[in-house]
């Protein structure tokens, strides 16, 4: 016999017209801390909506209609733009190896040992179909007008100079193209070959001396390249398209300030002060105490701040700019490590170089999430696997403690692949939790003290609207 | 240099919108246009 349901009242939704806070259909607002003498922060973290509030007005957010009022007019604008950004976005972004190997043996690679040693390259002539099964996938994909996006990365991809440098060549109107390297053959005419074809490049180092810089830098025979990287740097001195990227460990992260002074000094455009990821074991040796890492990472940004104060010149610190990014105009982050799900098999995906497909960089060498390969497989049926979807599904309403937090969307509970290797399972945390909260709390206090422009590169708001802005209610 | 000073303010809230175009992971500086 069919039931034929009763129609409720509400039509499901609870009859209440939201117009207190924390009850019924009203916001759920969460007071947090942030470390200012004048202000804490009220937010609403489904919709990552927040206010700064005078701390001795706090109760009043809650007791009178102002800011509810205020909110509740947008709060369907905030919701939809975070499904958007969270589940509406289609890979835009391939991170490419071209080989497997590597002429450095760093602690914390998150590649295989056996790998980077005596793995293969990809043949020059499989790396231009596979670029060209990527335009193709693209072509179908990516608005008319936007360009997709071709990292080569490693392992160290200029080992494999001469196909990688065809792959350019060949395809340099339908990509734009980047490579990450450690530097040490980023010679005279890989220089010239890249710039002139404006590549971005992105090198490797993580201290301003080669005795720190050296610890978990160095060739196979133990030797450092700091010398390397530093010549590297003189050559790439001038060219807009450059990026430096330091891994933040219990060995460096005392001496991220003078890091930062080094950086200034040699006019690098932008720098990345990663937390170091502990996907693989040999790399949680070097694995900081979340609150020490975080005083000293925040000390490195105070630094940058006096720098542009002393200079007028900004050394951006582009993990953080993301950050404070996902606070102020959350569409426009542009790494996408820190919201949930991550970008993994989202907004890009890894490519091996015998064609394997992964999520992301950090699960090559994790054979369970390799799923589908690029040169006898659909790219969308890969997109749609079960290794992919583990990685696509993992939100932060699923994880303890973040599914109560008030910055879950402004931290994501990154990584899935160190809470997948590290800590048992996608619904797991990752490898840090208070680092996050930090970062989150500074950017809150950028915000109060009004230096959020010194943070973000210059033109960081060109083209974008306003959607909410109150200065006193 | 121009800083901006942040106002007295009972309340400070912002939010700027634009189209999502997130591509990155955290191992890579993604340019938004091709290097000058």
């Known amino acids: 016999m069919a039931i034929t349901k009763k129609k409720s009242i509400t039509d499901g939704a609870a ?34 909506f927040w206010s700064l ?66 793995g293969k390259h990809m043949p020059e002539k499989n790396l231009l179909k596979a670029l060209d099964i990527l335009k193709r996938h693209f072509g179908k994909t990516i608005p008319k007008g936007s360009m997709p996006q071709i990292i080569f990365h490693g392992a ?30 980023l010679d005279d005419a890989a220089v010239d070959f890249l710039t002139s074809r404006k590549v971005s490049i992105g090198i490797s180092l993580d201290a301003p001396t080669a005795e720190i810089a050296d610890r978990t830098r160095k060739n196979w025979e133990g030797g450092g390249i700091f010398k390397d990287v530093l010549a590297a740097m003189k050559r790439l001195g001038g060219y807009e398209g450059w990026s430096v990227i330091c891994t933040m460990t219990s060995a460096n992260m005392r001496h991220l300030t003078k890091l930062v002074d080094f950086f200034h000094e040699c006019e690098v455009p932008t720098c990345l002060m990663n937390i170091l990821r502990c996907t693989l074991p040999p790399s949680r040796s070097l694995k900081p105490r979340d609150h020490e890492a975080a005083k000293h990472f925040l000390a490195a940004l105070d630094r940058t701040y006096e720098l542009y104060e002393r200079t007028g010149r900004k050394l951006t610190v582009g993990n953080f700019s993301n950050i404070l990014l ?60 079960e290794p992919f979807r583990l990685v696509t599904g993992r939100k932060v309403e699923d994880i303890e403690p973040c599914r109560g937090c008030a910055i879950r969307h402004f931290c994501g509970s990154p990584c899935p692949a160190e809470a997948h290797e590290m800590n048992g399972g996608m619904d797991r945390m990752g490898a840090f939790c208070e680092f996050y909260e930090e970062q989150v709390r500074y950017a809150f206090r950028v915000i109060a003290d009004g230096k959020t422009d010194a943070y973000l590169w210059d033109g960081w708001d060109k083209g974008m609207k306003d959607t909410f802005r109150i200065g006193s209610l | 240099m121009e800083k901006k000073k942040a106002k007295k303010k009972d309340v400070i809230a912002l939010r700027k919108s634009c189209k999502a175009k997130g591509t990155g992971l955290s191992h890579y500086i993604l340019m938004d246009k091709k290097a000058k």
Not at chain 1, 98 to 103: D, I, L, Q, S
Request: aromatic share 12%.
């Open chain 1, 15 to 48: 009859p209440s017209r939201g117009r207190f806070v924390n009850t019924g259909n009203g916001p759920t607002f969460q007071a947090i801390d942030i470390g200012h003498k004048e202000y804490a922060a009220v937010i609403e973290p489904d919709t990552a």
């Open chain 1, 53 to 118: 509030v005078p701390r001795e007005k706090i109760a009043d957010v809650f007791c009178e209609g102002d800011l509810v009022a205020a909110y509740t007019g947008k709060s369907k604008l905030f919701a939809r733009e975070m499904d958007m950004l969270r589940f509406g976005l289609t890979p835009s972004a391939v991170y490419f190896n071209p080989t497997e190997r590597c002429n450095m043996n760093c602690t914390y690679c998150y590649i295989p040992e056996k790998m980077r040693r005596k």
């Open chain 1, 156 to 185: 160290e991809p200029l080992l494999n100079r001469e196909a990688v440098f065809a792959g350019i060549e060949a395809y340099g109107k339908d990509f734009l193209f980047g490579v990450q390297t450690n530097a040490t053959l």
């Open chain 1, 326 to 385: 996902a606070i102020v105009a959350p569409a426009a982050r542009r790494l996408m490590c820190d919201i949930s799900p991550c970008g993994g098999g989202r907004c890009f995906f890894a490519l091996a170089p015998n064609g394997d497909m992964f999520p992301c960089s950090e699960f090559i060498g994790l054979d369970h999430f390799r799923s589908g390969n690029l040169f006898h497989d659909d790219i969308p049926a890969v997109l749609d696997s």
